[in-house]
T-cell receptor, first 114, second 112 residues
Framework: AQTVTQSQPEMSVQEAETVTLSCTYDTSENNYYLFWYKQPPSRQMILVIRQEAYKQQNATENRFSVNFQKAAKSFSLKISDSQLGDTAMYFCAFRAGNNRKLIWGLGTSLAVNP | SQTIHQWPATLVQPVGSPLSLECTVEGTSNPNLYWYRQAAGRGLQLLFYSIGIDQISSEVPQNLSASRPQDRQFILSSKKLLLSDSGFYLC???????????FGPGTRLTVT
């Protein structure tokens, strides 16, 4: 069975600093996609970044970047120059290429402190 | 551009009452549609997903049901609510050629 594990239930970071959120997954598939979603206090779920497993280059979106280690089945999210608006729950999610469903981690609650 | 709407935003219902939550998508056709439930401080639980009109898969056996009467409309229903149905309900869509899901603003349901 495919699983997604986020081992850090809570994290905090000072404004303007960098923080890395961890995610590991387990799958026997070779074609799959990984995502990080952000859920701020409004509870709107927002897609932050996506990574295709066949791409070796790590995805980046402005201050957000990933460290995708396919052999280790690791997919961490780095947030640079943290801002107060980054305070949110962050969810890691996995989708096998032939599956319409996402497999979700339990989330990491990130607090950015002023 | 595509947008997804959910209503109502907040709902308080007594135990045993019926439920109807609605989700509509604009700006795309033939989307995959999803209903999730999220308990407070917890992860997402997939309830139903649909690949087309009247094509719905149930992930969790419970007293909820889903229907898709139109291509871009997805409805979550219950005949009799339980206390355990309380939670935050999210609707999402994905395109045929895309792999990510996009979410609506959610409905906060409290069953009293």
């Amino acid at each position: 069975a495919q699983t997604v594990t986020q081992s850090q239930p809570e994290m905090s970071v000072q404004e303007a600093e960098t923080v890395t959120l961890s995610c590991t997954y387990d799958t026997s598939e070779n074609n799959y996609y990984l995502f990080w979603y952000k859920q701020p206090p409004s509870r709107q779920m927002i897609l932050v970044i996506r990574q295709e497993a066949y791409k070796q280059q790590n995805a980046t979106e402005n201050r957000f970047s990933v460290n995708f280690q396919k052999a280790a089945k690791s997919f961490s999210l780095k947030i640079s120059d943290s801002q107060l608006g980054d305070t949110a729950m962050y969810f890691c999610a996995f989708r096998a290429g032939n599956n319409r469903k996402l497999i979700w981690g339990l989330g990491t609650s990130l607090a950015v402190n002023p | 551009s595509q947008t997804i709407h959910q209503w109502p935003a907040t709902l308080v219902q007594p135990v045993g009452s019926p439920l109807s939550l609605e989700c509509t998508v604009e700006g795309t056709s033939n989307p995959n549609l999803y209903w999730y439930r999220q308990a407070a401080g917890r992860g997402l639980q997939l309830l139903f997903y649909s690949i087309g009109i009247d094509q719905i898969s149930s992930e969790v056996p419970q007293n909820l049901s889903a229907s898709r009467p139109q291509d871009r409309q997805f409805i979550l229903s219950s005949k009799k609510l339980l206390l355990s149905d309380s939670g935050f309900y999210l609707c999402a869509w994905s395109g045929r050629g895309n792999y990510e899901q996009y979410f609506g603003p959610g409905t906060r349901l409290t069953v009293t």
